[in-house]
């Protein structure tokens, strides 16, 4: 109901004479219709525009409407483009956050193993001279000094990676005991055993380890670093330092070669860490395995072979 319109039925109410209250159009009809033409103007000249039969101006309103809904939809999807384009830019710099850390966590790992593996063959292998250290440098390697380290007999430095299996890692605070062994399998070189300990981090078959193996051939390997502890004797790993020993003899006796290096190392290990020959044990001496075989069964045998490294 437009103004105009409102205007004409009032006047042609009061030419007739008709009662306001008996037309189709009530006081409150009318009183709404004006507030609702004060919200919206349009209203008004629309209205009265296709009450009077001319369309142009109802069709310019039509228009405006279309085009203000056609530009907010464009303003609609605008700001989804936008809200769709910061999200995939947000998961973009996630992505690639993820993987700079992945890279950097893979390679730090890589790096703190092979330095594991190898520090020994770079700083313990380049150890002073006594002779230019005076009496006491206060340095230490593998939890000895300088001096006593350098004295060692020759063996090769091929340290077990860090597992849980055959080199935990753990620190070797005090050694109270020298325990020797034997490998148990016959004919098998320092090199291979060295390998079954090292295979253990990945088939977890079981744990086991030592410092030393000595080959058949009399060659010494070091697999475990002296100021850490190795798993050879269960209940003494932790106050011990082990040495395997190859063979080839079906009663486990050792070579002239393997039994000339074990001398010569153990001599080396009791004096480095001040202990006796009676501090040399078997790994029957703890637990009760026949281990070394051969001095298991040669009591004579044992007790001859703690008197070569007295006398030595």
Known sequence: MTTLRYIEIRKKRRFRGENMTQHKYSEKELDLNMTQLRRNPYLADYASHRSSGDNTRANDYNTRVRKRRVREARQRRRRMARIRRAVKIFLLCVVILTGIVGIRYLLKTTFDITEANTSGNTAYAAAPDTGSLGKDSGV?????????????????????????????????????????????????????????????????????????????????????????????????????????????????????????????????????????????????????????????????????????????
């Open 140 to 312: 230490k390697i593998q939890g000895l000094s300088a001096e006593v380290y350098a004295a060692h007999p020759n063996w090769e430095e091929n340290f077990l990676t860090v597992n849980e299996y055959s080199r935990p890692g753990d620190p070797l605070t005090e050694v109270n005991n020298i325990f020797v062994h034997y490998t148990a399998n016959p004919g098998t070189s320092a090199a291979q055993n060295r390998s079954y300990f090292e295979q253990l981090k990945d088939n977890h078959e079981r744990s086991a380890s030592a410092h030393f193996i000595i080959g058949y051939d009399g060659e010494i390997l070091q697999c475990v670093p002296l100021d850490e502890i190795a798993y050879a004797v269960q209940t003494r790993n932790e106050d011990s330092i082990s040495i395997e020993c190859c063979y080839k003899a079906e009663n486990g006796q050792f070579t002239q070669e393997t039994y000339d290096s074990l001398i010569q190392l153990l001599k080396w290990l009791t004096d480095a860490y001040d202990l006796q020959p009676d501090d040399i044990l078997r790994h029957y001496d703890c637990g009760g395995k026949k281990c070394p075989l051969y001095y298991v069964e040669h009591e004579d045998a044992w007790t001859k072979l703690k008197e070569d490294v007295r006398n030595l």
